[in-house]
T-cell receptor, first 114, second 116 residues
Framework: EPEVTQTPSHQVTQMGQEVILRCVPI?????FYWYRQILGQKVEFLVS????????KSEIFDDQFSVERPDGSNFTLKIRSTKLEDSAMYFC????????????FGPGTRLLVL | AQKITQTQPGMFVQEKEAVTLDCTYD???????LFWYKQPSSGEMIFLIY??????QNATEGRYSLNFQKARKSANLVISASQLGDSAMYFC?????????????FGSGTRLLVRP
């Protein structure tokens, strides 16, 4: 069964460093999302991406964040200068189409900023 | 205002019994979707069940069923014949369809513990 994959599973970084989180969505999916979950809290939407551009972003997704689909398979989230409060689990999700289709989540990347 | 409310931070259930996890939602859009996800201690988010706002019948997937009461804006998850492996966090989520990117809005979750 096709699944969303994410790498790395865990990342530890120093405050101020750049991190890139990688995702490979399900191959025939067209809509891509990043969510984050701070430890013990609810899952929060960051950004959605369709047709090679951002379709919506949340207040959390400030200038420090960017997303890219560099080739036909990968979907990346970059945090330019990490802050302590960026420590969270980051989930990538994808769906085949938008109107009624389920979003399938990857296993997540646990990011720890020291 | 909270769009998705899960009022039970924690629940216990005896193995092999049924359990209902509550979820209420708030939207003025006529078209929306409701989802339940399971998050085990390992952290991944596992899709369980989906209910569309126009669906006439309650959704079912194996031991999971969704008790959808549109007028009351509730979408409770029912797990029948609980198993030890059902112990996890459960999140209710809503997707509003019109004019959005179809992002999911999550509730705060319910931690379910199945007792042997």
């Amino acid at each position: 069964e096709p699944e969303v994959t994410q790498t790395p599973s865990h990342q530890v970084t120093q405050m101020g460093q750049e991190v890139i989180l990688r995702c490979v969505p399900i191959s025939n999916h067209l809509y891509f999302y990043w969510y984050r979950q701070i430890l013990g809290q609810k899952v929060e939407f960051l950004v959605s991406f369709y047709n090679n551009e951002i379709s919506e972003k949340s207040e959390i997704f400030d200038d420090q964040f960017s997303v890219e689909r560099p080739d036909g398979s990968n979907f990346t989230l970059k945090i330019r200068s990490t802050k302590l409060e960026d420590s969270a689990m980051y989930f990538c999700a994808s769906s085949e189409w938008s109107g009624g289709e389920t979003q399938y989540f990857g296993p997540g990347t646990r990011l720890l900023v020291l | 205002a909270q769009k998705i409310t899960q009022t039970q931070p924690g629940m216990f259930v005896q193995e092999k019994e049924a359990v209902t996890l509550d979820c209420t939602y708030d939207t003025s859009d006529p078209s929306y979707g409701l989802f339940w996800y399971k998050q085990p201690s390992s952290g991944e988010m596992i899709f369980l069940i989906y209910q569309g706002s126009y669906d006439q019948q309650n959704a079912t997937e194996g031991r999971y069923s969704l008790n959808f009461q549109k007028a009351r804006k509730s979408a409770n998850l029912v797990i029948s014949a609980s198993q030890l492996g059902d112990s996890a966090m459960y999140f209710c989520a809503m997707r509003e369809v019109p004019g959005s990117s179809y992002k999911l809005i999550f509730g705060s979750g319910t931690r379910l513990l199945v007792r042997p």
